[in-house]
C-alpha cells in the first residue's frame, strides 16, 4: 500500500463511544461485541460498567457502521438493548481489539440477569459421551444456566457469586479466558473435575443426621430415576429451590404426595420429558410452544385434550381442572431425571410445609421437609436467593403471566418514562414487591402470601437483595389501605420511609397501564376477590375513571352483605346463601344443592347473622359473585384454595350463548344489579338446564355487564381505553368475552401482557402511582 493511501486512512478514521443498557451482563454479550469488532476490523475495548456495557469502536466509516449494525441486530440469545447511545470521540489510532477490566460507576445501575435455561449447544455436550462433561448436571456457558439465584452482589462477577467456593480447573480456567469461547466470562463455568457435585440420601439417613458427600458420578442420577420409577416421592434441589417430584404417571404417588402435602385440591405443576410429550396431553398453540421453550421456561397452563386415553397422567395431578400447568426440564439436571426413565412426565412442585416459602437450602431439607419426601436428591451448589417457578399462560398468541417468577424477575419492566425512586410492598396474597429507578421498575419475584412470619422474612429478603443489586434508595412506600396486611404494616411501622396508601383497585388498574406504556385516563375494570375500599367496605367488582394520580369510582357490582368475613373465602356457599337471599327470597325454599350439601343448622346460622346483619360485612366482590354462582349450581361449595370455586365453574361451562337480565342503575354513579342474574339462573337450574350451559351463560352476562359499564363511562367521561385487571381475569373464559364485547363496540383493549393480572402484579401499579406522587 502507498504510504500516502495510508495516511489517508489515519485521517478517515472514526471513533465512537457506545453506552448499553440493557440485558447486557452475565449474557455473553463482550465476547460477541470483541467477535464483531475482529470480524469488521475494528479497533477499541469494551467493558463492563455498574450501568451496562461501554465501547469504543474505531475504524472506517464503512466498518464502524456495519459493526454498529451488528451490534443491534445480531445480539446472543439472552441479550437485549433497552438503550443505546452513541458519541463520537477523538481516534487514537490504537490497534487491536479488548476485553477490559470492569469499572463501577456510581448512579445508573446494570442488570442482573434472570436464570435461563440449558441452551442447545450445553444439551448437546451433556449427551454426547467424548464430551469431558458428558452427564454432567452443572453445564453452562453465557448462553444458559444459573444467574440469579446464585449472585451475591454486583457486579456480576463469579467472586460474587456462590460459585466462589469452586475453584476452576485448568481446563475451565482456559475457556473463561478466551473471548473465542462460548464459557468465556461463563460465571458458573463448571466440569466433573471441578463443580459442584450430588448427594442421594434417604429420609432415613437424613434423620440420622448422615452427612452428604458431593460426587459427580452418573450413578446418582441413575439411582434416583429408579427410586422415581418405583413410585418414591424425592425432594429434589433444583435452581432456585427445592421441588417435591415424584412419577405423574403413578396415582399412588401422587395421592400419596397430596396427602403429605395436605393439598387436597390445588392442581400440581407437572414437568413433560420433551414437546412431543407435551402434545399428547394437552392443546397447544403456538405462542404456547414457544414459551414452554423459551429460556424462561415458565410452567404454561395449556387446556388437557379431551380425549384423556390420549394422557397418561394421574387423575389426581389437576382435579376438577380443565388445564394442566406444564413445563419443559430447564436444568441439565432434570434433563438427567428424564434420561432413558420409564416415565415422560414428573409432578414437579415446590417443596414447602403448607404456605411458606419454597426452601433452598441443604440444612433446611430435613427440618422443613422431613415428612414429606422418601429420598433427598441434594447439590452443593448454595442457592443464593430462592425463586419458585414461573407460571404462564397465552392470551392471543401473547404472554398472559399468572406468576411472575425464575425466568423473568428480576428483568426490570421498562416504563419508558424516568420515575423517582420508590419501594411498594404489594398486598397480601401472591405478594410481590417493587422497586423503581431510571425509567424501570424492578418487580421481585413471587413471595408468596404474606400471612405468616417466614414469608414476611423472605419479604426483607428479598427487598435486601434488590436494593443493593440494583443500587436503589427509595425516597417513599406505597402500600394497600388495608389496614392489617402485614405489607402495610411493615410500610408504617418499620420502612421508615414516607408513606402512600393505594386503593387496591386502582392499583390494578395503573399496573395494567404500567403494563402497556399507558398515560392519560383509562376506563379501568377491576375484578377480584377482596380488596379494601375506601369507604371501609370490600371491593372487587369496580369500574373506574383514572389515571395515575386520581380514580373515580364510577360504578361497581351492587354491595351483597356477606357473613362472617374470611370464612366466607373459603365457604362459598355463604355467597350462595347471602346472593340468594337478597335476589329471589323465594329461591330458599328451592331444591338447590346447597340445601342438601350443606347442613341445616349452618345454614340456618348463617340466614340469622346475614337477617340481623351480625358480623357482616358488605361487599362489591366479583369473585365473591362467582363463589355463589358455583354452590348455587353445586359445584363447589367449600374450598382448599384460593379461587377454586370460579376455577371449578369456569372449567364446567359449555359454549351455550345467550345472556341473563342485570340492570344498571343509576346515573352518573351506577350500582350493577345481578338480582335479575341470580332469579334467571335459580329459575333455569330448577327448571334442569345443565350447569355447563347455565355457568356459560354466566360467563357471557358479566361480560355483557362490563360492556354496558363502560359504555356509560365513555358517555360521562368521554373515555376510549379500557384497562382490564384483577385475579378474576385470571378466567379467560370472562377475559375472551370481555375482550369481545368492548371491542365490538370500539373500545380500545389492553389486558396485561408482562406482569400478572392478580395481586403478584398488584406493586407495579402502587410503586407507579406513587412515583407519580413524588
Ligand atoms: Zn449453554
Ligand atoms: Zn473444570
Not at 452427612?211 to 442420577?221: D, V
Request: hydrophobic residues 40%.
Amino acid at each position: 500500500m502507498p504510504h500516502g493511501c495510508n495516511w489517508r486512512n489515519e485521517m478517515d478514521r472514526l471513533r465512537r463511544r457506545i453506552e448499553v443498557q440493557g440485558a447486557v451482563q452475565g449474557v455473553g454479550f463482550r465476547p460477541f461485541v470483541y467477535r464483531t469488532a475482529q470480524r469488521a476490523g475494528i479497533s477499541g475495548y469494551v467493558l463492563n460498567c455498574s450501568a451496562g456495557v461501554i465501547i469504543e469502536a474505531e475504524g472506517d466509516e464503512l466498518s464502524v457502521a456495519r459493526f454498529l449494525e451488528t451490534l443491534q441486530d445480531e445480539l446472543p440469545p439472552l441479550a437485549r438493548i433497552d438503550d443505546i447511545t452513541i458519541a463520537p470521540a477523538p481516534p487514537s489510532g490504537e490497534r487491536g481489539f479488548a476485553i477490559r477490566e470492569s469499572r463501577a460507576t456510581s448512579g445508573k445501575f446494570a442488570f442482573v440477569p434472570a436464570d435461563a435455561a440449558t441452551c442447545p449447544d450445553c444439551l448437546r455436550e451433556l449427551t454426547s459421551p467424548s464430551d469431558r462433561r458428558f452427564h454432567y448436571p452443572f453445564i453452562n456457558c453465557t448462553n444458559c444456566g444459573p444467574r440469579y439465584t446464585i449472585i451475591r452482589d454486583v457486579p456480576y462477577d463469579r467472586s460474587k457469586t456462590t460459585m466462589s467456593a469452586f475453584r476452576m480447573c485448568p481446563a475451565c480456567q482456559v475457556e473463561y479466558e478466551d473471548p473465542s469461547n462460548r464459557r468465556f466470562h461463563a460465571e458458573p463455568n463448571a466440569c466433573p473435575e471441578c463443580g459442584p457435585g450430588l448427594a442421594l440420601l434417604s429420609a432415613g439417613e437424613m434423620a440420622a443426621g448422615v452427612a452428604a458427600i458431593f460426587e459427580t458420578s452418573p450413578e446418582i442420577l441413575a439411582r434416583a430415576r429408579r427410586l422415581l420409577e418405583q413410585g418414591s416421592i424425592l425432594a429434589v434441589k433444583g435452581l432456585g429451590g427445592f421441588h417435591l417430584a415424584c412419577s405423574a404417571t403413578d396415582d399412588r404417588a401422587v395421592s400419596l404426595l397430596r396427602e403429605r402435602k395436605r393439598r387436597s385440591g390445588k392442581a400440581f405443576a407437572i414437568m413433560v420429558r420433551d414437546l412431543d410429550a407435551v402434545h399428547r396431553l394437552c392443546e397447544t398453540s403456538a405462542a404456547d410452544c414457544k414459551l414452554l421453550q423459551s429460556a424462561r421456561r415458565p410452567i404454561v397452563l395449556m387446556r388437557c385434550r379431551t380425549d384423556r386415553n390420549a394422557s397418561t397422567v394421574s387423575p389426581s395431578v389437576a382435579p376438577g381442572n380443565d388445564s394442566l400447568g406444564v413445563m419443559l426440564p430447564y436444568t441439565p439436571l432434570h434433563h438427567l431425571l428424564f434420561e432413558g426413565s420409564a416415565y415422560d412426565a414428573l409432578v414437579m412442585t415446590s417443596a414447602n410445609l403448607s404456605e411458606e416459602p419454597i426452601v433452598s437450602r441443604n440444612e433446611d431439607a430435613w427440618p422443613r421437609l422431613g415428612g414429606l419426601a422418601d429420598y433427598f436428591l441434594l447439590h452443593n451448589r448454595d442457592i443464593q436467593t430462592r425463586v419458585d417457578d414461573s407460571v404462564v399462560r397465552t392470551f392471543e398468541g401473547h404472554l398472559y403471566p399468572v406468576r411472575r417468577s425464575r425466568g423473568f424477575a428480576p428483568d426490570p419492566v421498562d416504563l419508558h418514562m424516568p420515575v423517582p425512586e420508590v419501594l411498594a410492598c404489594g398486598g397480601e396474597l401472591k405478594n410481590t414487591l417493587c422497586l423503581t429507578k431510571d425509567r424501570y421498575a424492578i418487580l421481585s419475584p413471587h413471595i408468596g402470601d404474606l400471612e405468616n412470619l417466614e414469608t414476611m422474612e423472605f419479604f426483607r429478603e428479598v427487598l435486601g437483595h434488590l436494593k443493593r443489586f440494583f443500587r436503589v434508595s427509595p425516597k417513599a412506600i406505597a402500600h394497600d389501605l388495608h389496614p392489617n396486611y402485614l405489607s402495610t404494616r411493615y410500610a408504617l411501622e418499620e420502612s421508615g420511609l414516607p408513606a402512600v396508601g393505594v386503593q387496591h383497585h386502582h392499583a390494578h388498574i395503573a399496573s395494567c397501564m404500567a403494563d402497556n406504556g399507558l398515560g392519560g385516563r383509562v376506563i379501568g375494570v377491576a375484578l377480584d376477590g377482596t380488596g379494601y375500599g375506601t369507604d371501609g367496605k370490600i371491593w372487587g367488582g369496580e369500574f373506574l375513571a383514572c389515571g395515575f394520580d386520581t380514580f373515580d369510582r364510577r360504578g361497581h357490582l351492587r354491595y351483597v352483605p356477606l357473613a362472617g368475613g374470611d370464612a366466607a373465602v373459603r365457604q362459598p356457599w355463604r355467597s350462595a346463601l347471602a346472593y340468594l337471599r337478597d335476589s329471589c327470597e323465594a329461591a330458599v325454599n328451592l331444591p338447590l344443592p346447597l340445601f342438601r350439601d350443606i347442613p341445616e343448622r349452618d345454614v340456618r346460622f348463617v340466614t340469622t347473622m346475614l337477617a340481623r346483619g351480625i358480623q357482616t360485612v358488605d361487599t362489591s366482590s366479583c369473585g365473591r359473585l362467582f363463589d355463589a354462582v358455583s354452590s348455587i349450581l353445586g359445584v363447589r361449595h367449600e374450598t382448599t384454595y384460593e379461587g377454586q370455586a370460579a376455577i371449578e365453574l369456569e372449567a364446567a361451562a359449555s359454549d351455550a350463548p345467550g345472556v341473563y337480565p342485570f340492570e344498571l342503575g343509576g346515573d352518573e354513579f351506577f350500582a350493577l344489579d345481578l338480582r335479575p342474574t341470580i332469579a334467571a339462573i335459580v329459575k333455569e337450574f330448577a327448571a334442569g338446564t345443565s350447569v355447563p350451559d347455565i355457568s356459560a351463560r354466566f360467563h357471557r352476562t358479566v361480560a355483557r355487564l362490563t360492556r354496558d359499564a363502560c359504555l356509560r363511562i365513555r358517555e360521562s367521561d368521554g373515555l376510549t381505553r379500557v384497562c382490564l385487571s384483577g385475579g378474576t381475569f385470571q378466567n379467560l373464559r370472562l377475559l375472551r368475552h370481555t375482550v369481545d364485547e368492548l371491542r365490538e363496540s370500539g373500545f380500545g383493549v389492553f389486558v396485561h401482557h408482562r406482569v400478572p393480572a392478580n395481586d403478584g402484579g398488584l406493586a407495579l401499579g402502587q410503586a407507579v402511582i406513587a412515583s407519580h406522587l413524588q
